[in-house]
């Protein structure tokens, strides 16, 4: 199954990729696509520096893809979220991917 999400955020390109590229962020959102409390383990598939971002699921049995582009927009950077995936209920994947933008989009605390 696929689901996706797209928003304009407010922030560059590049500090939108410091987040997404974080592989503890990666494991997060992955364990909450497949519905999993823990963070998953995943493996890179594809990276473009500041445009594209691809991660798989490497639990043996799971199948689970996220893939996020980053575009120019105006005042921002549009954020768009693919994800295939094998859980029944599509809207608690939505609900994942939702949650993801909201964390890039959210102000990042500095030291």
Known sequence: MESKANRTLVK????LWEL???LA???AW???LVGSERPVAVEVTDSEAERVLAWRCAASGSYA???IELAESGFGTSVQITAQHSRPDPAAAEATLEDLLDELGSPERRP
Request: glycine share 12%.
């Open 12 to 15: 560059s390109a590049p500090e």
């Open 30 to 32: 992955m364990g909450g």
């Open 20 to 22: 997404a590229s974080d």
């Open 25 to 27: 962020r990666m494991e």
């Open 65 to 67: 893809r996220i893939a």
